[in-house]
């Protein structure tokens, strides 16, 4: 499984557009990139996910690379309730299950 | 719409005791289906995965068990309870088809 590395703390001000960057340097080609979040006490929230090229839902944008070694998950608007730890999972499949490997993630904290 | 339920919220048990942990998804057929845990400040640890009844795998060997007598009922079990296996346990499904993860609300299990 590709690894990931995320910092491990943000800070950002409420209605700031928050960027989590995440670099997973030795993705195969086919892997694709998942991006959970977990707030306190609660099961992770799915976010979003990507290939190669830049996706956008109702929560959160992606950002990959062209060469596929790092991506940007952007909040666009943070509200306090978008404090939580971020998760940046590159995902692989073990007979026909998903096997999502979660790292530390990165813990963002929205300041009024 | 699909929706995932774990009971119970909480549970405090003695060292010793048995465990069982229950699972049910809703609205969708033949899931890929798994259990996590997540011990106190550190990130998820994939336990069981299963693509269809009766077809359980483990990921890391520990005191616990895993069972899916139903399509979409998933069990986690032990016979006796360490004090290391109190941490907050996760159940997810997936459709069998390239999908996210959904997570259920989890358990927060304490070992006494």
């Known amino acids: 499984d590709a690894k990931t590395t995320q910092p491990t703390s943000m800070d950002c001000a409420e209605g700031r557009a928050a960027n989590l960057p995440c670099n997973h340097s030795?993705?195969?080609?086919?892997?694709?990139v998942y991006w959970y979040r977990q707030i306190h006490s609660q099961g992770p929230q799915y976010i979003i996910h990507?290939?190669?090229n830049n996706e956008t839902n109702e929560m959160a944008s992606l950002i990959i690379t062209e060469d596929r070694k790092s991506s940007t998950l952007i909040l666009p608007h943070a509200t306090l309730r978008d404090t939580a730890v971020y998760y940046c999972i590159v995902r692989a499949y073990i007979q026909g299950a998903q096997k999502l490997v979660f790292g530390q993630g990165t813990r963002l904290t929205i300041n009024p | 719409s699909q929706t995932i339920h774990q009971w119970p919220a909480t549970l405090v048990q003695p060292v010793g005791s048995p465990l069982s942990l229950e699972c049910t998804v809703e609205g969708t057929s033949n899931p890929n289906l798994y259990w996590y845990r997540q011990a106190a400040g550190r990130g998820l640890q994939l336990l069981f995965y299963s693509v269809g009844i009766g077809q359980i795998s483990s990921e890391v060997p520990q005191n616990l068990s895993a069972s899916r007598p139903q399509d979409r009922q998933f069990i986690l079990s032990s016979k006796k309870l360490l004090l290391s296996d109190s941490g907050f346990y996760l159940c997810?499904?997936?459709?069998?088809?390239?999908?996210?993860?959904?997570f259920g609300n989890g358990t927060r299990l304490t070992v006494t």
């Open positions: 990507g290939l190669k």
């Open positions: 030795t993705i195969s080609g086919n892997e694709y």
């Open positions: 997810a499904w997936s459709n069998q088809v390239n999908s996210p993860l959904h």
